[in-house]
């Protein structure tokens, strides 16, 4: 690598830890908070079997709008061409990731997943606490903790200017850094 370029690589063995871990205790607080502000729970097959469709359904649909928001994110925010964006499932890892072949702006790049972050992980959170239901709120859990790599990635991010470009790797579970602006974008 160049001088002018630096990699942010996360430990992919760690983050996965630190998820479970982080969606056990989230899934532990928002149950016992959903109990505090809505005290009757009663329990029948019919109603755990429904909650467990709801929580397949619910977790499924947050992911993808999650990744459809990047997309439009890079699209439109970004302005890099449509043909650059790409949306990919890694079975064996679990996990759906949409990128850009091109480089982006740290700025924007972080203001993408924080955007698409709060708009799929924080009003399904907020709407499970409003009408009580555990399957969401567990389903909102799971994914606030799947997001727990990109957070550490924009954390490491932020000593970087914003116009700096950065690429993101997903499958790599790196991000290049590109201090000197006078490259141009490409793929």
Do not use: W
């Amino acid at each position: 690598m160049s001088h002018n370029v630096e990699v942010i690589r996360i430990d992919e063995k760690k983050v996965m830890k630190q998820t479970i871990i982080l969606t056990s205790l989230l899934s532990i607080l928002f149950v016992g908070l959903n109990y505090f502000l809505h005290p009757e729970l009663s329990f029948s097959i019919l109603r755990f079997l429904l909650g467990v469709a709801i929580y397949i359904i619910v977790s499924l649909l947050l992911v993808i709008a999650n990744e459809l928001l990047n997309i439009i994110g890079y699209r439109y925010r970004c302005k890099v061409a449509r043909e650059s964006i790409s949306l990919s499932i890694h079975l064996e890892k679990g996990l759906i990731y949409s990128k850009t072949t091109e480089k982006i702006k740290n700025g924007h790049y972080q203001s993408i997943f924080l955007t698409s972050f709060a708009i799929t992980g924080i009003i399904p959170l907020a709407f499970g606490f409003a009408i009580g239901n555990y399957a969401i709120l567990l389903a909102s859990a799971s994914f606030i903790a799947g997001g727990l790599a990109n957070f550490i990635g924009i954390n490491k991010l932020q000593k970087f200017p914003d116009d700096c470009l950065v690429q993101d790797i997903p499958e790599e579970f790196s991000v290049y850094v590109y201090l000197n602006n006078s490259e141009k974008q490409a793929s």
